[in-house]
């Protein structure tokens, strides 16, 4: 009567001991232990064995499904811990070698554009002032000489915001960063040097226009400052910004509210090339001039005994003259294939050329 029994047992050690994986595992168990197993089959025939060895029977059947259940649950436990060491072979990693290169993200030529900006005339003694983009009339347009009347303050040029009451002005985004010079003299005593750089706002989009971009300025403050050392000061930022030791730089006469009197810079280009210092023409990067009287009285700053001298310029304008990037809007259209090309690297300083 227990032949079969033995068999079963040495077969399902041998189907067992072949099992690779917890599947063939599984298949195994189900084929002894399943609801059509073969030892349940045994079990269930035990109703038809003689009485008088159904006792014997039954016992010898329950040692043998609990000696193949131990055999089973053994087998298991191997086959879990040899596919958990096949997984640490397959992961296992050399802490001794360099890390694998991952993807580097970049530096927007605007924002790199700046850091040189700031890190140019920061050798020259200014400081970085920042400010609110929403303004006051006052602050955007009022204390800067800039009357009613005049085509900046249109509603086609600014973007004018809900008043906070029905007689007030309404406030504005700022059209340049002049209001931040606006609130350093306000708050700081002369002498003053500092440079503004941020987010402007015009009602204007084509290719060279955005309605939003970046402005740098600058203000100085002192006793007895002229033309002569505002130009030396751009003269300086302009070749060393370019890398152009002799860029050919020129003043014009031109008019701004907000100071008197008033230049346009050019420098100098090839029209046909588009190549920078040479070449015979003249391409107008900037404008400039000395702090008007009126500005200082408005800012609390006596004229007859501080002078001072303001500039200002597109960062976008001077990026794209910079870098030959022939259309503005490309800067605003996250086409990380354009930033792929005129991306910089954050892990490379910004160099400064010569000259600061």
Known sequence: MTDDLDQLRAETERTLAAAADLRAWDAVRVGVLGRNGTLTALLKQLGAVPAGQRRER????????????????????????????????????????????????????????????????????????????????????????????????????????????????????????????????????????VVVMGRTYRADHDATHSPMFHQLEGLAIDRDLTLGHLKGCLIDFLRS?????????????????????????????NRRTGELGGGGDWLEILGSGMVHAKVLANCGIDPAVWQGFAFGMGVERVTMLKHGIPDLRP????????????????LLPALLHEGV
């Open 58 to 193: 039954g016992a010898a059947l329950n040692r043998l499904k609990d000696t193949l259940a131990a055999l089973i649950e053994a087998r298991r436990a191997e086959l879990e811990d040899a596919a958990f060491a096949a997984r640490l072979a397959a992961e296992r990693i050399d802490p001794t070698l360099p890390p694998r290169p991952l993807p580097a993200g970049l530096i927007h030529p605007v924002s790199r554009t700046m850091e040189e900006m700031a890190a140019i005339f920061g050798a020259m003694g200014f400081a970085v002032a920042e400010g609110p983009d929403v303004e006051s009339d006052w602050h955007n347009f009022g204390a800067l000489n800039i009357p009613a009347h005049h085509p900046a303050r249109a509603d086609h040029d600014t973007f004018y915001l809900p008043p906070a009451a029905a007689d007030a002005p309404p406030p504005v985004l700022r059209t340049h960063t002049s209001p931040v010079q606006v609130r350093t003299m306000l708050h700081q005593p002369p002498p003053i040097r």
């Open 241 to 269: 910004f370019f890398g152009i030791a002799n860029l050919p730089v020129r003043f014009r006469s031109s008019y701004f509210p907000f100071t008197e009197p008033s230049m346009e810079v050019d420098i100098g280009w």
């Open 331 to 346: 800067f605003y259209d996250s086409d990380i294939r354009w930033l792929h090309h005129y991306g910089t690297s954050p």
